[in-house]
């Protein structure tokens, strides 16, 4: 168990990054998640059991300070970091012509700054474990919907992941670019109900990551958009 791969999850309590957690757990990796809420992330552990293999950071996931020292406490703890996944992420599900700017610089500043810091406290770690980068975006960061912000931060992740592949290739660094359709998820809790159609599952998507991430040696698999079928869009 002391050498065995090392994840570190941004809102890993629920949702994806819970679903990615149980998977990567399940095969022998060690897991950090971080999450905002204490409450949540007790909940998570004790719902597995509390296994030896799972760290629990509270923490604001755009918090520079509070993610360097989760990946500080990961490397106390764990000894190494060979993934990363800025999976924290929030919505307004509002327009910019008729929605409440109040919500929108936390969901900038959460879907946005938070996995470009979450990058720039791991990668000296990762280039150790010449490791991986995990960026969870959406559908949303590649078609045009209208009025949605929260798909321009979504089209900025899309960005960043290749800005990033760019300059962390050198460093024999992977990134990976999931970027879900509509996935039935806590994300939909402040819509106030389900979208319709087909929705696919939390551990759906968390199988395409947890794919990523284990690729072989040298295979830097960079996109990977998914969709339930029948979802249009």
Known sequence: MSDSPVALITGGGSGIGAAVARQLLDAGHRVAVTGRGAERLRGFAEE????????????????????????????????????????????????????????????????????????????????????????VGSVAGLVPTPGNLYGATKWAVTGLAENTRREVTQWGVGVTLIAPGRVETPFWDGYGSLPPGHLLTADQIADSVVWAIRQPEGVDVNTVVVRPVGQPN
């Not at 969901?107 to 980068?133: C, F, H, Q």
């Open 48 to 135: 597995l059991g509390e296994p030896e293999g799972l760290l629990t950071l509270q923490g604001d996931a755009a918090d520079h300070a509070r993610i360097e020292a989760a990946v500080a406490t990961t490397l106390k703890e764990f000894g190494r970091i060979d993934t990363v996944v800025a999976n924290a992420g929030v919505a307004t599900h509002d327009t910019v012509a008729e929605g409440d700017p109040a919500g929108w610089r936390d969901m900038i500043l959460t879907n946005v700054l938070g996995p470009a810091v979450l990058i720039r406290a791991s990668i000296d770690a990762l280039k150790e474990t010449r490791g991986r980068i995990v960026l």
